[in-house]
């Protein structure tokens, strides 16, 4: 997710109107956008582990969860 993908978000949210890109209310927002995308990918690859086997299951969990050092 981009800086300018999260800024987007804030407005959409009423957080701000336009947060400036050093702002400490941005870095706040920033932060839980990320803990937000790590939760899920987690819990995407949790029902992977459910309901994929073998090889194809391995690789679809290390793809989720390379996700987040993309």
């Given at each position: 997710m981009t800086?300018?993908e999260i800024?987007?978000?804030?407005?959409?949210?009423?957080?701000?109107?336009?947060?400036?890109?050093?702002?400490?209310?941005?870095k706040i927002?920033?932060?839980?956008?990320?803990?937000?995308?790590?939760?899920?990918?987690?819990?995407?690859?949790?029902?992977?582990?459910?309901?994929?086997?073998?090889?194809?299951?391995?690789?679809?969990?290390?793809?989720?969860?390379?996700?987040?050092?993309?």
């Amino acid at each position: 997710m981009t800086q300018d993908e999260i800024i987007e978000m804030v407005v959409q949210i009423g957080g701000c109107d336009r947060p400036e890109y050093d702002s400490p209310a941005l870095k706040i927002f920033e932060t839980f956008a990320k803990l937000v995308a790590q939760h899920e990918r987690e819990a995407c690859a949790k029902i992977c582990d459910e309901f994929c086997y073998g090889s194809t299951k391995i690789l679809v969990e290390k793809a989720i969860r390379a996700r987040g050092q993309a």
